[in-house]
């Protein structure tokens, strides 16, 4: 299996109401902490090549904060609510340690 793959597979691990960061993901697909910036492009692709099931809100920044657009917020915030996983006025989930899955 590729590096590709596994990150691809493990963005699907990840369950309700959970969060993980792009480093986790990374170094637990095999690659180093650099391998991080390449975990959206990934999911990305994955996702334009077919896999619709990714679930990108899921993945967060290392602080717990989450990434949003215009075009992505409302569902994102929809997505969260319906979870649980709550957001300050900053973008960072509360009680990020608690929400953060990791891999094992």
Do not use: C
């Not at 650099?34 to 692709?45: D, E, P, R």
């Not at 929809?78 to 900053?90: A, V």
């Amino acid at each position: 299996m590729t590096f590709s793959e596994r990150v691809v597979q493990l963005a699907l691990m990840i369950p309700l109401g959970r969060v993980t960061t792009y480093g986790r993901i990374a170094i637990a697909a095999g690659g180093g902490a650099m391998a991080s910036q390449s975990v959206t492009n990934i999911l990305g692709k994955a996702y334009i090549e077919g896999q619709k099931d990714i679930p990108f809100h899921r993945v967060v920044y290392a602080n717990g904060r989450v990434w949003m657009d215009d075009s992505h917020r409302e569902k994102r915030l929809q997505l969260y609510k319906k979870e649980h996983i709550k957001l300050n006025d900053r973008g960072v989930i509360e009680d990020f340690q608690d929400k953060l899955f990791e891999f094992v």
